[in-house]
C-alpha cells in the first residue's frame, strides 16, 4: 500500500515564523501535491510537482514555496506565517501521467498560525 | 471557478438505507475520481470513470458518469455507520491538474 507521511498532525506557530511542512511517500511516485482545506471551500491546490527539483503553481501559491530535492520528499513552505494561513494541509502523490492516476494523500497537518 | 459541485451539501439517512450524491462540472473531461474523507484524515480514492464510460461498479459503490449534462453520480447501496464522511468528486477540466469539489457530507445512523 502506498504509504504518505505527514511529518505533524498538528501545528501552532506565531505570526511572521518560517514554517516548514514535510511530506514523505514511499512509492516512488513522480507526481506529489500540497492542498489547504478549508470549510466551504473544499480542496485548493497550492503546489505540484511533476519531477525533482521541479515545480508548479497551483490555485493560490500566494505565501507559500515548495522544495523537492529528493523524489520521495515535497515540502510546503509558509515564507512569513499569516493567520489566514491557518487550515488543513494535505500532501498528495501519484504515479505516472497525474490526472488519470488515482491521488494518495497523507493524513494532513493542521496548522494555527497565532 | 472551475471547481466542480456535489449536491447535496449534506445528507443524512439510517444504516441500510441507499445514498445518493452527485457531481456537476462545467467543462469536457478526460475521467472523473470520487474520493472518501472520514473526518480529521485524508482523501481516500474510491474509483475512476472515464469519459467514454457510462457506469462503473466497486462493491456496494456505483458510479455513473454523463458527458452530456456534465454531471456524474455515486450511489452507495445498504449504507452502514462506517460510510459516514465526506465524499468529494475531481475531474481534470483544468488539464493540468485535478479539481475538487466542495463535497457532499454524509451521515449514516443505525
Known amino acids: 500500500d502506498v504509504k504518505v507521511t505527514q511529518s505533524s498532525r498538528y501545528l501552532v506557530k506565531r505570526t511572521g515564523e518560517k514554517v516548514f511542512l514535510e511530506c514523505v511517500q514511499d512509492?516512488?511516485?513522480?507526481?506529489m501535491f500540497w492542498y489547504r482545506q478549508d470549510p466551504g471551500l473544499g480542496l485548493r491546490l497550492i503546489y505540484f510537482?511533476?519531477?525533482?527539483?521541479?515545480?508548479e503553481k497551483g490555485d493560490i501559491p500566494e505565501g507559500y514555496s515548495v522544495s523537492r530535492e529528493k523524489k520521495e520528499r515535497f515540502s510546503l513552505i509558509l515564507e512569513s506565517a499569516s493567520t489566514n494561513q491557518t487550515s488543513m494541509y494535505l500532501c498528495?502523490?501519484?504515479?505516472?501521467?497525474?490526472?488519470?492516476?488515482?491521488?494518495?494523500f497523507g493524513d494532513g497537518t493542521r496548522l494555527s498560525i497565532l | 471557478s472551475q471547481q466542480g459541485e456535489e449536491d447535496p451539501q449534506a445528507l443524512s439517512i439510517q444504516e441500510g438505507e441507499n445514498a445518493t450524491m452527485n457531481c456537476s462540472y462545467k467543462t469536457s473531461i478526460n475521467n472523473l475520481q470520487w474520493y472518501r474523507q472520514n473526518s480529521g484524515r485524508g482523501l481516500v480514492h474510491l474509483i475512476l470513470?472515464?469519459?467514454?464510460?457510462r457506469e462503473k461498479h466497486s462493491g456496494r459503490l456505483r458510479v455513473t458518469l454523463d458527458t452530456s449534462k456534465k454531471s456524474s453520480s455515486l450511489l452507495i447501496t445498504a449504507s452502514r455507520a462506517a460510510d459516514t464522511a465526506s465524499y468529494f468528486c475531481?475531474?481534470?477540466?483544468?488539464?493540468?491538474?485535478?479539481?475538487f469539489g466542495k463535497g457532499t457530507t454524509l451521515s449514516v445512523s443505525s
Open positions: 498528495a502523490s501519484s504515479y505516472g501521467l497525474a490526472l488519470n492516476q488515482p491521488q494518495h
Open positions: 475531481a475531474t481534470d477540466q483544468a488539464g493540468t491538474a485535478l479539481i
Open positions: 512509492m516512488d511516485h513522480e507526481n
Open positions: 510537482s511533476y519531477d525533482v527539483k521541479m515545480k
Open positions: 470513470i472515464r469519459s467514454n464510460e
